[in-house]
């Protein structure tokens, strides 16, 4: 009886520990979906492909900062390397410099969210400060 | 071997020795301190590329004359570039990719390499690859090359400008082809994906003209994916993508025009991994 006991315990605490991992790739790619779905309304008015709507745009990055203020507490302590996910294992290596970039890109969309543009140009600017966070970012820690 | 013709080096051209340095990504292998100071990066090695075949480590290529390449010659140089042939006399890893830098025009290897010769040099000593049996597997690399030829389309050295991009110094087959068992790229699956990088992990995207490729990217889309890093969905390239974009930076619109435009005119392949 102790025997299944131990067993059950065992097979419990794996399979928690996997859901609760694949818990957290879940809710990393739902953020990060937000992000794109944000982007690709962002995106064609930074560049002028459509009409700028600075209530839109407010809008757009309110949501996006929701998305990403939780961001780096989907990262556990150990990463599950079993796990489809485009996250680098660099993260867990360097987690000081990757909650920084984090830290970085929150605080850049934040300002952002506050700023009230007069034109598309100001709010380009705002946009590509974004994408530049964005790719500094995954240049380091997406596969 | 290859007739490269009227190349004749009559001048050096430090400006474009520095720009085919950036576009052919020297510096993504040979620099493990990543740096954008172009004029002072330290080419003294140690970036671990993990591949299915063994983890593989870029060596210090600075002008060091006893640790780097420092004491060798032009023509060396073009050797090592064109056959994967040390001025030792042995044969390099395709991790080297010397299949693809044989296509490279003499004068850009001429002013890659003088401009080389500009950098820092360092004293850092190279770091074993860690392959299995790497001496013995070193002595069938004629053999690796062999194959190479035979299975490939052939060489020519009259390319458009997109195709001298994209194959010689973009190098961009060495990851978006898959390869066979003894790591020579399928060339029936030329550019629709691949997965050398972190042991078979990583696969790389299609990006051959198909619907499962860049088949529904516009020829502006391309260029402003190779621009900016990001895709026509604002998605943003990661990992060594985003590296290859930043080399990409010296190329004017017109050259990158012409990268889409050649990716645009291949055979599409459809993915179907």
Redesign the interface.
């Known amino acids: 009886m102790t025997k299944f006991i131990f067993f059950f315990v065992i097979v419990l605490s794996l399979l928690s520990s996997s859901i609760f991992a694949s818990e957290n790739i879940k809710k990393r790619q739902d953020a990060m979906q937000t992000v ?1 779905n944000s ?2 309304i ?2 064609p008015m930074a560049m002028g492909q459509k009409d700028f709507d600075s209530s839109l745009a407010k809008n757009t990055l309110k949501d996006f900062l929701i998305a990403i203020k939780p961001y780096k507490t989907y990262f556990p302590k150990v990463p599950s390397e079993d796990q489809k996910t ?1 996250a ?1 294992l660099d993260i867990w290596s360097n987690k000081e410099d990757f909650n920084k970039l984090i830290n970085n890109f929150v605080s850049t969309v934040e300002l952002a969210s506050k700023n009230e543009w007069e034109n598309t140009e100001q709010f380009k600017s705002d946009f590509m400060e974004i ?1 530049s966070n ?2 500094s970012c ?2 380091k ?3 | 071997m290859f007739a490269w013709g009227a190349d004749n080096i009559t001048s050096v051209d430090l400006k474009n020795g520095k720009k085919i340095f950036i576009v052919s990504g020297c510096a993504s292998c040979h620099s493990a301190k990543k740096s954008s100071d172009w004029n002072s990066i330290i080419l003294n090695g140690g970036v671990k590329i993990e591949t299915q075949f063994g983890d593989f480590y870029g060596p210090n290529i600075s002008p060091d004359k006893q640790f780097g390449i420092g004491a060798w010659t032009l023509e060396q140089f073009k050797i090592a570039l064109r056959e994967g042939k040390s001025p030792n006399g042995y044969y390099y890893f395709p991790s080297f990719p010397y299949n693809s830098y044989k296509l490279m025009k003499e004068k850009d290897i001429a002013d890659l390499f003088y401009f080389l010769r500009t950098l820092p040099p360092s004293s850092l000593p190279n770091i074993q690859h860690d392959i299995l049996f790497s001496k013995f597997v070193r002595i069938f690399m004629p053999l690796y090359n062999f194959r190479y030829n035979f299975l490939s389309p052939g060489i020519h050295t009259d390319l458009s400008e997109g195709e001298y991009l994209v194959k010689a110094l973009g190098h961009c087959s060495e990851c978006h082809t898959s390869r066979d068992i003894f790591g020579v790229p399928k060339f029936n699956s030329y550019l629709s994906g691949g997965s050398i990088y972190e042991k078979g992990k990583i696969k790389t995207p299609n990006i051959t003209p198909d619907k499962s490729g860049i088949g529904n990217w516009s020829d502006v889309e391309i260029v402003n994916y190779l621009r900016t890093g990001f895709t026509p969905d604002y998605d943003s390239s990661g990992g060594l993508m985003a590296e290859v974009i930043e080399n990409l930076d010296p190329l004017n619109d017109n050259e990158l025009m012409a990268i889409a435009k050649y990716l645009k005119s291949i055979d599409p392949i459809n993915d179907k991994n």
């Open positions: 794109r982007m690709k962002l995106g485009d680098s994408g964005c790719k995954h240049r820690y997406r596969r």
